[in-house]
């Protein structure tokens, strides 16, 4: 059963199954509310990433309650490996937004540099040469760089 509270993200009585079945965890219990952050910690295969997919109905429920915000509520998943779409690095900043809307928040590129200073991927404009340079970000930036423009993803939003 799924339902819908904009206060609180819970699972209860919910098990992890793997694709083919097998029992990751034979229950997940948790409830963080707004404010909140929650940290899912583990080893390979343990199920970290199946509570997600769950939990956004990628995977079925197949038993347990799970309670969640509305689709339009903001919630975030910052993923090991995030997405970094074809762009500019300034696109991998205020990815999902197009630029218009980055210019509707009041986002300027002095704010998005200040948001690079604080993951520390400051100097990626220089060695890469501005904001609005275009290229394959997947393998440009290393892995702990993409996981620092994925938090720098999450302040923007």
Known sequence: ?????????????????????????????FEIEKGMHLMVDGPNG????SVFR??????????????KPQKEASIFYVPQVPYL???????QIIYPDP?????KKK??????LDLLKVVKLDYIVER??????I???TDVLSGGEKQRMAIARLFYH
Not at 54 to 67: D, N, S, Y
Not at 99 to 103: E, F
Not at 128 to 133: H, R
């Open 54 to 67: 769950i939990m956004g109905e990628l995977w079925p429920l197949f038993a347990g309650v799970i309670t």
């Open 107 to 112: 986002f300027n590129d002095k704010k998005l």
């Open 128 to 133: 890469e040469g501005s904001l609005n340079t």
């Open 1 to 29: 059963e799924i339902n819908y509270n904009d206060a609180v993200l819970k699972m209860e009585k919910v098990p992890i199954l793997a694709p083919n079945g097998d029992i990751l965890v034979k229950e997940v219990d």
């Open 99 to 103: 630029k218009l809307n980055m210019i």
């Open 85 to 91: 779409p074809k762009g500019s690095l300034r696109d």
């Open 135 to 137: 290229r394959n970000w």
């Open 46 to 49: 343990c199920g970290k990433s």
